[in-house]
T-cell receptor
Framework: AQSVAQPEDQVNVAEGNPLTVKCTYSVSGNPYLFWYVQYPNRGLQFLLKYITGDNLVKGSYGFEAEFNKSQTSFHLKKPSALVSDSALYFCAVRDRSFQKLVFGTGTRLLVSP | EAQVTQNPRYLITVTGKKLTVTCSQNMNHEYMSWYRQDPGLGLRQIYYSMNVEVTDKGDVPEGYKVSRKEKRNFPLILESPSPNQTSLYFC????????????FGPGTRLTVL
């Protein structure tokens, strides 16, 4: 079955430093990979997705993600973190049925001033 | 404004008392879905609907029902709620497929006593 793993429950980073939120995947066939963000007391918002093409995907709010097929990873990155980036981040993969997404358990990002 | 709305936002109820959580989208989306979010488990899909004619179970459908009588609405029904259904619930919609950008509602926090 298609699945994603987010190995870190929480990531702490100082404002201005680069951030990375990790995601690894397990799929059969071509992966469709996604990142969503959940700010406090809000629903999830789409950040970016990889379907095909360039391995570096740029998304909203200055975020980007790098698709690495050999390492089966899709890590979310940002060159310079902001306090306002503090949120819960979810990685997701398309299910084999093409009819749903499978989400990871989420990683809480805390950016300190 | 394009949005997904859910009602109620907060609900405290007792075991066995039937309830309905409404979900409505104004974007003419075909695909709609219900998720529940629990600490440490991430987002898990309850039911989804590809269009008004196709509705199917997600990963955790037990104890839930849905209906899709019209494109814009996708209510979640708990016929006989139990304490293990205490959770945060999200409705989402996307244009055609789940791999299209999904737009999430603000969430419904349900407590079953």
């Amino acid at each position: 079955a298609q699945s994603v793993a987010q190995p870190e429950d929480q990531v702490n980073v100082a404002e201005g430093n680069p951030l990375t939120v990790k995601c690894t995947y397990s799929v059969s066939g071509n992966p469709y990979l996604f990142w969503y963000v959940q700010y406090p007391n809000r629903g999830l918002q789409f950040l970016l997705k990889y379907i095909t093409g360039d391995n570096l995907v740029k998304g909203s709010y200055g975020f980007e993600a790098e698709f690495n097929k050999s390492q089966t990873s899709f890590h979310l990155k940002k060159p310079s973190a902001l306090v306002s980036d503090s949120a819960l981040y979810f990685c997701a993969v398309r299910d084999r049925s093409f009819q749903k997404l499978v989400f990871g358990t989420g990683t809480r990002l805390l950016v300190s001033p | 404004e394009a949005q997904v709305t859910q009602n109620p936002r907060y609900l405290i109820t007792v075991t066995g008392k039937k309830l309905t959580v409404t979900c409505s989208q104004n974007m003419n989306h075909e695909y709609m879905s219900w998720y529940r979010q629990d600490p440490g488990l991430g987002l898990r899909q309850i039911y989804y609907s590809m269009n008004v004619e196709v509705t199917d179970k997600g990963d955790v459908p037990e104890g839930y029902k849905v209906s899709r009588k019209e494109k814009r609405n996708f209510p979640l029904i708990l016929e006989s709620p139990s304490p293990n259904q205490t959770s945060l619930y999200f409705c989402a919609s996307s244009l055609v497929y789940p791999t299209d950008t999904q737009y999430f509602g603000p969430g419904t926090r349900l407590t079953v006593l």
